[in-house]
């Protein structure tokens, strides 16, 4: 067999249908210039030198910022667990302030205002 005869029946490039052979080399084309506008946009943002003051970028950095979506995180259970309980261990200090401040808070407002006493839910358990 000879080579010609392979890339047709193989689907070469001279199997497709003459419209699709078009659509194709017009995507690659498409994916071309993307390239060229994308390098040409990132020529165009590069850093000046380190004397020359401020970065010539959309937002100050010299680079337009990434967006994506993340869909998903692998991270090991353990070293999750771990971080939960220093998580935990370092919220205690915080609640114990929070607690202070709020009865702090309390006492003040019972000596400033009187009058709410009356409204304090007193709860007592029968021996």
Same mark, same amino acid.
């Given at each position: 067999? +000879?080579d010609a005869h392979l890339s047709l029946a193989?689907?070469?490039?001279?199997?497709?249908?003459?419209?699709?052979?078009?659509?194709?080399?017009?995507?690659?084309?498409? !994916?071309?210039?993307? +390239?060229?506008? !994308?390098?040409?946009?990132?020529?165009?943002?590069?850093?000046?030198?380190?004397? &020359?003051?401020?970065? &010539?970028?959309?937002?100050?950095?010299?680079?337009?910022?990434? &967006? %994506?979506?993340?869909? %998903?995180?692998?991270?090991?259970?353990? !070293?999750?667990?771990?971080?939960?309980?220093?998580?935990?261990f370092a919220a205690v200090p915080a609640l114990?302030?929070?607690?202070?401040?709020?009865? &702090?808070?309390?006492?003040?407002?019972?000596?400033?205002?009187?009058?709410?006493?009356?409204?304090?839910?007193?709860? +007592?358990?029968?021996?």
């Open positions: 067999m +000879t193989d689907g070469g490039p001279d199997d497709l249908p003459r419209t699709l052979r078009r659509e194709r080399e017009a995507q690659r084309e498409a !994916r071309e210039r993307e +390239t060229r506008e !994308r390098a040409a946009a990132e020529q165009a943002y590069a850093p000046e030198p380190a004397l &020359s003051g401020f970065a &010539s970028g959309p937002n100050g950095y010299g680079m337009e910022p990434l &967006s %994506g979506t993340v869909t %998903g995180i692998e991270i090991p259970f353990f !070293r999750l667990m771990a971080f939960f309980v220093k998580a935990v114990i302030i929070l607690g202070i401040i709020l009865w &702090s808070m309390g006492q003040m407002l019972t000596a400033y205002a009187p009058w709410l006493l009356k409204l304090k839910i007193l709860i +007592t358990i029968p021996n």
